[in-house]
């Protein structure tokens, strides 16, 4: 199971034992949820965890579970208008403050959502930043601006750094980190949520450099020709950033 769920035995166990009893369980259920393209409910999933695990679950403690982690089949959300709001009750105050020095790996991290735009098509690139070295953690490129974005962005740097115990992640106040998924991820793994007052991106400017730095070297610099080549050459550059271009010692404070 640790396997397919990409964690350590020490993660299954501490999660399974001490922070948030629900959370290995979520990830299965999330699994189940997502090989479905976002379509079965509880029922459904309840039969995928019996088939794909072996696990048998009380279909009351999955309702709970998706519930707790707001995730609902596509045939629900197709009820109901298709606009996205900020849950205001979930909005957090900027504890980061614009200190943007860490001294160490996985103290604090940045993270947003640019446009990758070309030709009147458009991409939607997130990105989380260690604000220790300014490299990427974990990054996703979808078609949609979605909650889903933004929790894939967020499980996979959780899955990459495992011990993420007393991080602070820091954002905007956009909807899709005021989803109640959202919060419950970061409750679960022990990260502190900070976010930039309305209107006022100077709060995230590490985030908003680098996305400047990303469009001039991409976009900017090449004869694109479609955007599934922006799309390979934003790719390409977050490898290259990541592993090779250099960086000043600006970028530590």
């Known amino acids: 199971m640790c ?15 001490a922070d948030d009893p629900d959370y290995i ?25 019996k088939i794909e695990y072996g696990v048998i679950f009380n279909h009351k403690k999955v309702v709970r579970i998706m519930k707790k982690y707001y995730l609902k089949p596509e045939y629900i959300k197709r009820t109901r208008p298709n606009t996205y709001k900020r849950i ?11 200190n943007f020095k860490a001294d160490k790996p996985n103290q604090k991290w940045t993270t947003d959502i640019t446009y990758l735009i070309f030709q009147n098509k458009r991409l939607y690139l ?10 990427v953690v974990s990054y996703k490129i979808s078609r949609f601006n979605n909650n889903q974005l933004v929790v894939d962005t967020l499980n996979e740097a959780i899955s990459k750094r495992k011990d993420v115990h007393g991080l602070i992640i820091h954002s905007d106040q956009g909807f899709q980190y005021t989803s109640f998924e959202y919060k419950s991820i970061c409750k679960s793994n022990g990260i502190t949520i900070s976010m930039s007052r309305k209107g006022t991106p100077i709060d995230d400017s590490p985030m908003e450099s680098w996305h400047g730095i990303l ?7 090449n004869n694109i020709t479609s955007l599934q080549e922006y799309q390979k050459l934003v790719e390409d550059w977050i490898l290259f950033y990541n592993t090779t271009r250099l960086k000043s010692k600006k970028s530590k404070k």
Do not use: C, W
């Open 25 to 49: 369980d979520y990830l299965m259920i999330k699994n189940i949820f997502n090989k479905s393209k976002g379509t079965y409910g509880y029922r459904r999933i309840t039969e995928g965890l």
């Open 215 to 221: 469009k001039k070297e991409t976009l900017h610099n």
């Open 3 to 17: 396997a397919v769920l990409e964690i350590s035995r020490r993660t299954y166990y501490k999660y399974r034992n």
């Open 126 to 135: 997130s990105t989380i930043l260690d604000l220790y070295d300014r490299k």
């Open 88 to 98: 205001e009750e979930n909005v957090q105050p900027n504890i980061l403050k614009r």
